[in-house]
C-alpha cells in the first residue's frame, strides 16, 4: 500500500470539469462524485475484480480501497486508474484477499513510466536484457492494453519479474 505517483496529463480522458451549481463547493463536490462514478466505472469495464471498490477523489489525486484477490490484480488496478488523464497520484488502500505465505511472497512488480520513443520491445529488452519478451509486459498490463504497438509516453506500465 502507499501512494503512486502518475503524469497527471496522460491517460483516459474520463474526468471532466464539473457543472455549474449554486456554491463552488457543492460543485467541486458533484464534480468529485461524478470523478468517482467514472473512475470505478472504468476499472469494472476493464474486468479488473475490485470487492467493495471504493473511489475518493481528493484533488488530483485518486483514494482506492476495496479487496483485489492477489497482487497482480492490486498492481492492474493501480495502474488502471492512475493511467486516467487527470490523475496525479493514487493512494493505494486495496487490501489483497489471500496475500502469498510470509515463505514465499508473491514478487512485487516494478512499475515504469513510457518514455518518448519507448516501444514493448525496447521496455523489454531493458528490464529483461531480452527484446522478445515485450509479450510478457504486453499480457501484464491486459486488459489495460489492447494492443502491443499502442502505447504513449507518461503511460504507466506494469514490469512483472520474469517466472523462473
Known amino acids: 500500500m502507499g501512494l503512486f505517483d502518475f503524469v ?4 483516459e480522458k474520463l474526468l471532466g470539469g464539473g457543472e455549474s451549481a449554486t456554491s463552488e463547493m457543492a460543485a467541486a463536490e458533484n464534480a468529485a ?12 469495464s476493464l474486468r479488473l ?11 488530483n489525486v485518486a483514494v482506492i480501497g476495496g479487496t483485489v484477490a492477489s497482487q497482480e490484480m492490486r498492481e492492474k488496478v493501480i ?8 490523475i496525479a497520484q493514487v493512494d493505494d488502500r486495496l487490501k489483497v484477499a489471500a ?7 508473491e ?21 529483461y536484457g531480452n ?8 499480457e501484464a498490463n491486459k486488459p489495460a492494453l489492447t ?17 523462473k
Open 107 to 127: 514478487p512485487e512488480a516494478v512499475f515504469y513510466t513510457v518514455q518518448s520513443g519507448d516501444s514493448l520491445s525496447k521496455i523489454a529488452k531493458a528490464q
Open 8 to 11: 497527471k496529463d496522460a491517460g
Open 99 to 105: 496475500p502469498a505465505p510470509e515463505a514465499a511472497p
Open 147 to 163: 494492443d502491443p504497438d499502442k502505447i504513449y509516453p507518461g503511460q504507466v506500465l506494469r514490469i512483472p519479474p520474469l517466472a
Open 49 to 59: 475484480n475490485v470487492e467493495d471498490l471504493r473511489i475518493q477523489m481528493n484533488g
Open 79 to 86: 495502474l488502471a486508474v492512475g493511467n486516467i488523464g487527470g
Open 131 to 138: 527484446a522478445m519478451k515485450y509479450m510478457v509486459i504486453f
Open 33 to 44: 462524485r461524478k470523478q468517482e462514478k467514472a473512475i470505478a466505472d472504468f476499472v469494472r
